[in-house]
């Protein structure tokens, strides 16, 4: 029984560290895979970083070059007027709807003279005899549709005599319209200033869109005109094809006198998922261009997401760790079937070292070691402790009567019977063929274990069925007992035993005197093949 006990205490360590071994190897292939998927993931987001820079940088290059025509088509218009003096209004015409028709992006080309004060009436006049109009007007079309100018009392004022290439485009400007004029009429007044081309800040055009307006000055004989033209800040966007999940906003520089809120364009991107937005990094850049001053900035942003990932290297990451994983599974099997061989070659060693083969008892070797173990626990506690020694009187008759096949029978009903009389906590053992002895733990005093002995005794003499299950009773015998108590008897293990062994003799001899082993054999009235 207790071998059987240390073999099932075994195989359950077995399975916990097996369990063990299974959940660190699950932990492990875990974070491995975890590990290659966020290296995969890393670099996917790599990727796509190093994209939307050279997305962006390709949006921020066409925008530079598209508002470098614009540049282009004011410095040509102003070379155009220097060499076509005097002003010829059906060249100028002409030559700004050719140029229009090139750019979509042009919304307005055309010439504006400057005027002091002291010419503005005369001017006036000849319009009013003309019958153009009945007040000063900033442009026109070819239907006379006039722009008026709300700027009395400043140093110069504007006037017109050149037309819009898109006349049906233009409309008049209502009475609060005076933002514009102000916007066109500071751009005028800082290209004077510096002889240079000035950008005015955006307005709306008579569609809806944003536009501005590029302004420089020419020195012609009659005077000092302006070369106009009005861009179209919509046109300026050429986007990707790949350009889906970017948000893009076109605004004006806060140093070029814009407020921060003002967009000119804005596209919004596909909508992220709150989930994308907390796992994912949001890219952005910024950029200020535009000649001559930078007024314009753009910004750029992207949501990374699900859509980012190389789907298909995440799933082969994943594919190959479960593969390896398998594998692991595969050879920790391999290494359990070795653990569990390993586990029983080990207790078969150890029970044939320690236990009888025959009772399941442990031998002399164990049982010494347990007695030298409890003696010096019971020196340092101060208790007693008791070594019975037993011998089965009669076992010799019985193995040359019946043979050894029965001689091992009573052996074993004797191991039943000594550990069936004490508790769980003594320990009994076989020193060899009859001799069996009993270590009671922590007993009170000496009617402790002669209590126990007669117990013992007792049981002797009660039938028992064959362990076959036969029904057919086995050899009674009797048992003598020899007891020994720590530290009356003796205080080593060879003194106690040799204090039992001397007990039992006598006790073996008080039997003898009372009843002999033949006539216990006789009064058995069986026969070996009976049973």
Same mark, same amino acid.
């Given at each position: 029984?207790?071998?059987?006990?240390?073999?099932?205490? #075994?195989?359950?360590?077995? =399975?916990?560290?097996?369990?063990?071994?299974?959940?660190?190897?699950?932990?492990?292939?875990?974070?491995?895979?975890?590990?290659?998927?966020?290296?995969?993931?890393?670099?996917?987001?790599?990727?796509?970083?190093?994209?939307?820079?050279?997305?962006?940088?390709?949006?921020?290059?066409?925008?530079?070059?598209?508002?470098?025509?614009?540049?282009?088509?004011?410095? #040509?218009?102003?070379?155009?007027?220097?060499?076509?003096?005097?002003?010829?209004?059906?060249?100028?015409?002409?030559?700004?709807?050719? =140029?229009?028709?090139?750019?979509?992006?042009?919304?307005?080309?055309?010439?504006?003279?400057?005027?002091?004060?002291?010419?503005?009436?005369?001017? @006036?006049?000849?319009?009013?005899?003309?019958?153009?109009?009945?007040?000063?007007?900033?442009?026109?079309?070819?239907?006379?549709?006039?722009?008026?100018?709300?700027?009395?009392?400043?140093?110069?004022?504007?006037?017109?005599?050149?037309?819009?290439?898109?006349?049906?485009?233009?409309?008049?400007?209502?009475?609060?319209?005076?933002?514009?004029?102000?916007?066109?009429?500071?751009?005028?007044?800082?290209?004077?200033?510096?002889?240079?081309?000035?950008?005015?800040?955006?307005?709306?055009?008579?569609?809806?869109?944003?536009?501005?307006?590029?302004?420089?000055?020419?020195? $012609?004989? /009659?005077?000092?005109?302006?070369?106009?033209?009005?861009?179209?800040?919509?046109?300026?966007?050429?986007?990707? !094809?790949?350009?889906?999940?970017?948000?893009?906003?076109?605004?004006?520089?806060?140093?070029?006198?814009?407020?921060?809120?003002?967009?000119?364009?804005?596209?919004?991107?596909?909508?992220?998922?709150?989930?994308?937005? !907390?796992?994912?990094?949001?890219?952005?850049?910024?950029?200020?261009?535009?000649?001559?001053?930078?007024?314009?900035?753009?910004?750029?942003?992207?949501?990374?997401?699900?859509?980012?990932?190389?789907?298909?290297?995440?799933?082969?990451?994943? @594919?190959?760790?479960?593969?390896?994983? $398998?594998?692991?599974?595969?050879?920790?099997?391999?290494?359990?079937?070795?653990?569990?061989?390993?586990?029983?070659?080990?207790?078969?060693?150890?029970?044939?070292?320690?236990?009888?083969?025959?009772? #399941?008892?442990?031998?002399?070797?164990?049982?010494?070691?347990?007695?030298?173990?409890?003696?010096?626990?019971?020196?340092?506690?101060?208790?007693? @402790?008791?070594?019975?020694?037993?011998?089965?009187?009669?076992?010799?008759?019985?193995?040359?009567?019946?043979?050894?096949?029965? /001689?091992?029978?009573?052996?074993?009903?004797?191991?039943? =019977?000594?550990?069936?009389?004490?508790?769980?906590?003594?320990?009994?053992?076989? $020193?060899?063929?009859?001799?069996?002895?009993?270590?009671?733990?922590?007993?009170?005093?000496?009617?402790?274990?002669? !209590?126990?002995?007669?117990?013992?005794?007792?049981?002797?003499?009660?039938?028992?069925?064959?362990?076959?299950?036969?029904?057919?009773?086995?050899?009674?015998?009797?048992?003598?007992?020899? =007891?020994?108590?720590?530290?009356?008897?003796?205080?080593?293990?060879?003194?106690?035993?040799?204090?039992?062994?001397?007990?039992?003799?006598?006790?073996?001899?008080?039997?003898?005197?009372?009843?002999?082993?033949?006539?216990?054999?006789?009064?058995?009235?069986?026969?070996?093949?009976?049973?």
């Amino acid at each position: 029984m207790q071998a059987a006990a240390l073999l099932q205490k #075994g195989i359950i360590e077995l =399975i916990v560290k097996r369990f063990s071994f299974y959940a660190l190897l699950t932990i492990c292939w875990i974070l491995i895979a975890a590990a290659g998927l966020a290296f995969a993931v890393f670099l996917d987001i790599q990727r796509e970083t190093q994209r939307f820079s050279e997305t962006s940088a390709l949006i921020q290059t066409q925008l530079v070059s598209q508002t470098r025509r614009y540049v282009d088509a004011t410095h #040509g218009l102003a070379a155009f007027l220097k060499t076509e003096e005097p002003i010829n209004q059906e060249k100028i015409t002409t030559y700004a709807r050719l =140029i229009s028709d090139q750019d979509a992006g042009i919304y307005f080309m055309g010439t504006v003279p400057k005027f002091d004060k002291e010419t503005l009436e005369e001017f @006036v006049a000849l319009r009013l005899h003309e019958g153009v109009a009945s007040s000063v007007h900033l442009f026109s079309d070819r239907r006379n549709r006039l722009i008026r100018v709300a700027a009395v009392g400043k140093p110069f004022l504007y006037a017109p005599n050149s037309i819009a290439p898109d006349a049906d485009e233009t409309r008049p400007l209502s009475e609060t319209d005076v933002d514009l004029v102000s916007v066109l009429g500071n751009a005028f007044q800082r290209a004077l200033r510096s002889g240079e081309i000035a950008a005015s800040r955006s307005f709306l055009l008579n569609n809806g869109d944003w536009g501005y307006a590029l302004v420089e000055p020419v020195s $012609l004989t /009659g005077g000092v005109s302006f070369a106009v033209v009005i861009c179209r800040a919509k046109a300026l966007f050429h986007l990707p !094809s790949d350009s889906v999940a970017l948000a893009l906003t076109l605004f004006e520089s806060v140093h070029a006198g814009a407020n921060p809120g003002d967009k000119l364009i804005h596209k919004q991107a596909s909508p992220a998922t709150p989930l994308e937005s !907390s796992l994912f990094p949001k890219l952005l850049f910024r950029s200020s261009f535009g000649e001559p001053e930078k007024h314009l900035s753009l910004e750029i942003e992207q949501q990374l997401g699900w859509a980012n990932l190389d789907w298909n290297r995440l799933n082969l990451i994943f @594919v190959g760790s479960l593969a390896c994983l $398998l594998m692991f599974f595969s050879v920790a099997r391999i290494y359990d079937r070795y653990e569990k061989r390993k586990l029983e070659e080990g207790n078969r060693l150890f029970l044939l070292a320690n236990f009888d083969p025959l009772t #399941g008892l442990p031998n002399r070797q164990l049982f010494m070691d347990r007695l030298d173990q409890s003696l010096a626990e019971a020196h340092r506690s101060r208790r007693k @402790v008791a070594v019975l020694y037993l011998d089965l009187d009669g076992f010799k008759q019985v193995n040359d009567y019946y043979g050894h096949q029965t /001689g091992d029978k009573v052996l074993q009903r004797a191991a039943r =019977i000594f550990q069936h009389s004490v508790r769980e906590t003594d320990t009994v053992g076989r $020193l060899g063929g009859d001799e069996f002895v009993v270590l009671l733990q922590n007993i009170g005093d000496r009617s402790g274990a002669e !209590s126990v002995a007669r117990k013992i005794k007792k049981a002797f003499f009660q039938p028992s069925v064959d362990v076959n299950g036969t029904n057919k009773l086995m050899p009674v015998l009797g048992a003598s007992v020899g =007891i020994a108590v720590y530290p009356e008897d003796g205080s080593t293990t060879a003194e106690l035993l040799r204090a039992a062994d001397q007990a039992m003799y006598r006790d073996k001899a008080v039997g003898k005197s009372q009843q002999s082993p033949t006539l216990v054999l006789k009064s058995l009235d069986c026969h070996p093949a009976s049973w």
